[in-house]
């Protein structure tokens, strides 16, 4: 079991281009993940999700404290955190088998067995006959999958997933919502998913974590356990209806909603 | 409502449906109109040559540049046939060219990607990309000799600014996301140039391949009139001394054809290697 850190980790920007002053984007954020845990991110536009992951993924260093991998400091970005996008970042010159296969080429598996493993993750996605399509012929949310399928191949410790879902159609979504809850339990890594979305989060997290703006700062830290239910075979609707569900979806979106309002005021 | 719609339906619905319906066809509206302002300037220069109106020293008729080319095709000019000027014009080109692409691309991603390798490239290719080739192509032809070594410089020259401009915009249109997926896979710094900056790059490095053909063509025939025993810019150069035109515009309309088939060359090899621009 692994455990990705982040202790007191703040993050400045500079406030404007040719300014010495910076703005304060993430103030004190403390979060530990461990290999089989999935937390989802929520929080308003701007409270500083995607930088948040960013730190994670080690593609920013903190301001001050600290990002580590089993108490090791990450130095940058490495195959142990792969990351999802929201805007796929699959690449257009390589069909969607070799997007695939392309973490298992930098680390230099032979073609045949690469592959192999690609055509495995891409059945695993449900996207056996796409192999060798083009990446703009598939649809946004096969794209999606291609991308999770990629990340997978990288063969994570954690996956960070950056608002995945955002950009598809409702019904879409739903369905890749139970696929991703059926990957992660089935991948043994820890997962890290950033949301606009409170029923995404509660149903596929294990613990939903709220961040609120100006500077970025947890402000709560909820477990959840919609997700194992559903795994469990529980109807979706029937967790919907179920008062323990509905009360921590009023009690998120009220955490949400009166930050807005304390904004507005 | 229906009547207002109605009466306004003939003009502003029409417009964008007929635009809708071209778009996929490229643009046929503008070919018909081309066609016919050729066909309008060779007939004007038939009349003016048929009635006299200019002396046939000067622009001999469409039909005697016709039998001026195939003369030289047959027979040849100055030593050499049509073909083999062409073909002393084309390798010069293609050697310049392939000597742009070896240097100019490296040269770019080295600009693009370093702030070193911009800070010692970019004085070097802003001090070379203003200047006319044929302003130093006397320099070159006394440091290396009036041999093919020479024009080949000066068009390589020629054509290195736009390769490699056109690679350092191509790395830097390389999206972050792009370069970030593949650091969270584990990719080293040249797993990324090779496997993600440089396919970003290609569709922008293959339209300054294009611009550079244009310069490399326009500097070659230039370079010809100067210094050469073969090759179109200098079968044009001697007809010119002997005063005899058809040949001139004979050669100077091989030269057009010429450009205008790197041109859909280059296109092809756009559709055909980088199909997915289109789709970004
Ligand atoms: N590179 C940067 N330079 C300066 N400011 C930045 C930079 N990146 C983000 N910010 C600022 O940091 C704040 C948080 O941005 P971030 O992208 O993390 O928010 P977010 O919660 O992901 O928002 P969204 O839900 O819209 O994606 C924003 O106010 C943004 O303007
Ligand atoms: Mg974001």
Redesign the pocket.
């Known amino acids: 079991m692994s455990v990705l850190s982040l202790q007191s980790v703040s993050l400045a920007?500079?406030a404007d281009r040719d300014s010495r002053e910076t703005?304060l984007?993430l103030d004190g954020v403390t979060l530990h993940l461990a290999s089989d845990e999935f937390i989802a991110v929520i929080?308003?536009?701007?409270?500083?999700?995607?930088?948040?992951l960013n730190l994670a993924a080690g593609f920013l260093k903190p301001t001050s404290g600290r990002v580590s991998v089993d108490g090791a400091d990450i130095t940058g970005p490495a195959a142990d955190r792969a990351v999802v996008f929201q805007d796929d970042a699959l690449y257009p010159w390589l069909n969607a088998r070799d997007n695939v296969a392309f973490p298992l080429k930098l680390r230099g598996i032979a073609k045949g067995e690469r592959r192999l493993r690609a055509d495995e993750l891409l059945a695993k996605v449900g996207l056996e006959n796409a192999g060798s399509k083009n990446i703009w012929e598939l649809s946004g949310g096969m794209r999606q999958r291609v991308g999770i399928a990629r990340a997978l191949a990288s063969e994570p410790r954690f996956l960070l997933l950056d608002?995945p879902l955002g950009a598809l159609d409702a019904l879409t979504r739903t369905r890749l919502q139970q696929f991703l809850l059926k990957v992660w339990s089935e991948s043994k890594t820890g997962a890290l998913l950033?949301t606009?979305s409170i029923e995404e989060a509660m149903l596929l997290a294990t613990r939903v974590v709220v961040?609120a703006p100006n500077p970025?700062r947890i402000i709560a830290d909820i477990p959840a356990s919609f997700g194992r239910q559903l795994l469990g075979g529980k109807s979706l609707q029937d967790i919907k209806d179920s008062p323990e569900y509905r009360r921590l979806h009023d009690g998120l979106t009220g955490l949400i909603h009166a930050d807005s309002e304390e904004e507005a005021a | 409502m229906t009547i207002n719609i109605g009466s306004i339906a003939p003009v502003a619905p029409a417009a964008p449906a007929v635009t809708e319906a071209q778009r996929p066809k490229r643009s046929p509206g503008t070919l018909p109109v081309s066609l016919a302002t050729i066909i309008a300037i060779i007939a004007a220069w038939s009349l003016a040559s048929a009635y006299g109106l200019v002396s046939p020293l000067f622009l001999p008729s469409p039909l005697i540049v016709l039998k001026a080319i195939y003369s030289v095709a047959v027979n040849g000019f100055v030593d050499s046939t049509l073909a083999q000027h062409t073909l002393a014009s084309l390798l010069r080109i293609f050697a310049a060219l392939a000597a742009a692409l070896v240097i100019g691309i490296p040269a770019g991603l080295a600009i693009g990607t370093s702030r070193i390798g911009k800070g010692i490239l970019d004085p070097i290719v802003e001090f070379l990309r203003p200047l006319p080739p044929l302003a130093y192509l006397p320099l070159i032809i006394i440091w290396i000799g009036i041999g093919e070594a020479s024009k080949i410089t000066v068009i390589a020259l020629a054509m290195l600014p736009p390769i490699i401009l056109s690679t350092a915009a191509g790395v830097k249109s390389a999206p972050a996301d792009f370069i970030n997926a593949a650091r969270s896979f584990g990719a080293t710094r040249l797993q990324i140039l090779v496997q993600v900056i440089l396919p970003s790059a290609i569709p922008s490095i293959l339209t300054g391949t294009r611009i550079a053909l244009g310069a490399g063509w326009s500097t070659l025939v230039a370079a010809e009139l100067v210094a050469a025993s073969r090759g179109l810019g200098f079968m044009i150069q001697s007809a010119a001394q002997f005063l005899v035109t058809d040949i001139v515009i004979a050669g100077i309309i091989v030269i057009a054809v010429i450009a205008f088939l790197f041109e859909i060359l280059a296109r092809l090899l756009e559709r055909w290697f980088v199909p997915w621009a289109a789709h970004r």
């Open positions: 920007f500079p703005r984007v929080g308003r536009s701007g409270s500083g999700k995607t930088s948040l608002e950033i606009h961040l970025g």
